[in-house]
């Protein structure tokens, strides 16, 4: 089984993911935090790594090569925002969490413990480089509405529900693609 699970930052991607690799017993990968770590290890902040992965497109390249070799070896739920897209012609179950961008922002003070106007600038900055980056390298646009109805099996706005809703709605699903 391959599962995909993709999203704006601070959608709950991170949270949802690792709790269906839990409950379904399979491995977890988020290139998210690939991306964090790497930022960390070149001791940069996220927006200068960014800025970095700009001029870098190879980074990119790098870390969507990982997944689609992880994915291939199958039972794992892939965290990306390009997952449903990359993997989209072998993966099982696509899933696109959605939510507006301030309660997003508050969701990642909490997680990075941060500061709320650093963390909206640099998610907005993040967000347009990815955007930018994203259809230059593999002619994806996140921002295409229609297309998302096509990739995503499911898609959920995370807004109002509790991260124990969102996993029981898609654990419904899941059990019914399984079976």
């Not at 902040?45 to 990982?66: G, Q, S």
């Not at 990739?151 to 699903?173: H, M």
């Amino acid at each position: 089984m391959i599962i995909t699970i993709s999203g704006l930052h601070g959608t709950g991607k991170s949270t949802i993911g690792k709790l269906i690799a839990e409950k379904m017993g399979i491995k977890y990968y988020s290139t998210g935090q690939a991306f964090r770590d790497l930022a960390q290890e070149m001791k940069m902040t996220l927006a200068e790594f960014t800025k970095y992965v700009e001029r870098n497109p190879e980074i990119d390249k790098k870390l969507d090569n990982r997944i689609i070799e992880i994915a291939k070896k199958g039972n794992v739920i892939i965290d990306s925002q390009l997952s449903g897209y990359l993997l989209k012609d072998f993966s099982d179950f696509n899933i696109l969490l959605t939510c507006p961008l301030e309660t997003r922002v508050k969701r990642m003070i909490q997680r990075d413990n941060s500061d709320y106007e650093e963390k909206i600038k640099e998610t907005k900055m993040r967000e347009k480089s990815e955007l930018e980056r994203f259809k230059l390298l593999y002619n994806i646009d996140l921002s295409n509405q229609q297309e998302l109805y096509q990739i995503y099996d499911l898609i959920i706005n995370t807004e109002s529900l509790s991260v124990e809703e969102i996993f029981k709605e898609i654990i419904l699903k899941l059990e019914k693609v399984i079976k």
